[in-house]
């Protein structure tokens, strides 16, 4: 089986155990059995009929904005577990809104991936994440302001809840009607540009990025075999340079560089590429050109 | 070995974490925020 097929296959399963309770889709009813003390590493509204695990930015925000500060070692520990095992593989692996917009990409449509504001708006996810997640929460107490404000997993959590629902249904409002736009808006730009959210918006991504240099699932470049032909920069739609910066912060795993290169000289995995082909990629990411 | 040392520290420190926050009973809180709808999430108010 191709990358690409395991890649959706995988996908697909995290997909379905993340929101596994496919009764709570017909009855409107979300799960209330104890895993939900469990956070799921991907943007998996806990809201959302089928989880049966907790998110884990809705769940930070909640224990931030709550009345007693504490610090939340146990959502954080979570967070530092996934991103140092995983880093973005979480994103392009596990991320049931990740999946999502993956799939609308493949809808045909006018596609445009690279263009002049791409790389200021990639900051525009620390800033969310600074503000929306962590500084107005802890400082605005009782408003996750990201969930209720932006995320648009919450509001895919609504439209089924307000569907099987008529209770809920009676209580739609402008709050409701603003989210529905903005994931409208998400979903029209995911026709256009690959995971725009995840590039853009994501606060998850965001933390997950920070991860990527340091995580066991990583890349490396073999410099004996890569000719800086560019061919897997040009394959990637989240616009990095893999031969330049194996680890970048904008990765998410996808794995369509190694397809595109004609040398064979990227790897990706727990433990990718021989020692020496390791030594030298992170060389090049301190910034030598040759070692 | 070296190259993997920044990760397993990170987990190390992870898995402490989320023991520290088992023992101060914070899946509890985040259990009970899970099992309710999320009126903010879900775009009711």
């Known amino acids: ?291 | 070995m070296k190259r993997y040392l920044p990760a397993v520290i990170l987990i190390t420190a992870a898995v402490l974490l989320i023991v520290i926050g088992i023992i101060l009973q914070q899946p509890e809180s985040v259990l009970n925020k899970a099992v309710r709808i999320c009126m903010e999430c879900v775009g009711l108010g």
């Open chain 1, 1 to 291: 089986m191709d990358r690409k097929k395991t890649r959706f296959g995988i996908q697909a399963v995290a997909l379905l155990i993340q929101n596994a309770n496919f009764r709570g889709f017909l009855t409107g009813r979300i799960y209330e059995g104890a895993s939900k003390s469990v956070c799921v590493p991907g943007l998996n509204c806990y809201s959302c009929p089928g989880a049966i695990g907790a998110c884990p930015l809705g769940s930070l925000q909640s224990h931030l904005a709550s009345m007693k500060f504490k610090f939340p070692y146990y959502i954080v520990g979570f967070l530092i577990f996934f991103g140092a095992v995983l880093g973005r593989a979480v994103c392009g692996f596990l991320c049931p809104f990740g999946f999502f917009q993956d799939l609308l990409y493949k809808i045909p449509f006018y596609k445009k991936n690279r263009f002049k504001i791409d790389k200021f708006l990639r900051y525009l996810k620390y800033a969310v994440l600074a503000v929306l997640v962590l500084l107005l929460p802890i400082t605005c107490n009782l408003i996750p302001f990201f969930c209720k404000y932006v995320c648009p997993s919450g509001t895919i959590a609504g439209i089924w809840l307000a569907a099987a629902d008529s209770n809920i249904r009676s209580v739609l409002g402008p709050l409701f009607s603003w989210k529905l736009i903005l994931l409208l808006i998400f979903i029209v730009l995911g026709l256009i540009i690959r995971r725009p959210f995840c590039k853009y918006i994501c606060p998850l991504g965001a933390i997950y990025g920070f991860f990527n240099k340091v995580s066991l699932y990583r890349m490396t470049v073999d410099r004996d075999k890569c000719v800086n032909c560019g061919a897997c920069a040009r394959a990637c739609q989240m616009n990095v340079d893999p031969a330049k910066n194996p680890n970048s912060m904008e990765c998410i795993r996808c794995g369509e560089c190694i397809d595109a290169c004609p040398h064979k000289a990227l790897h990706m995995g727990f433990a990718a590429g021989s020692k020496k082909t390791a030594v030298v990629a992170e060389a090049n990411e301190n910034g030598d050109q040759k070692v």
